[in-house]
């Protein structure tokens, strides 16, 4: 079992920075990808980002590519999403999860935290 907390969740503006994390606890942090998700109110869970077990790939959703990264640092078995120019359209609920490798696809992952509430005024 792998148990995720995710945290740094917030209020911001149009265009302003935030950086999620979540930690993990249970099973060895460096057996899995990670991968981080989005629900907005009245839409479906969707792909944010994703990065590998040994942090060397790094993938991203066409909507946030260029504006968000995704880092793991394996000491604090803790990844991150830093989120910059963030736009009103990118508030929603987001969640990380553990997956055996990097993927898009929601039932690829094994793993899930309870989410942070992310929003954006314009």
């Known amino acids: 079992q792998v148990q995720l907390v995710e945290s740094g969740g917030g209020l911001v503006q149009a265009g302003g920075s935030l950086r999620l994390s979540c930690a993990a606890s249970?099973?060895?942090?460096?057996?899995?990808?990670m991968g981080w998700f989005r629900q907005a109110p009245g839409k479906e869970r969707e792909f944010v980002a994703a990065i590998s077990w040994t942090a060397g790939s790094t993938y991203y959703a066409d909507l946030v590519k260029g504006r968000f990264t995704i880092s793991r640092v394996g000491v604090k078995n803790t990844v991150y999403l830093l989120m910059n120019s963030l736009k009103p359209e990118d508030t929603a609920v987001y969640y990380c999860a553990a997956s055996r490798y990097p993927a898009s696809r929601i039932n690829e992952y094994d793993y899930w935290g309870q989410g942070t509430q992310v929003t954006v005024s314009s």
């Open positions: 249970g099973r060895p942090f460096s057996s899995y990808a």
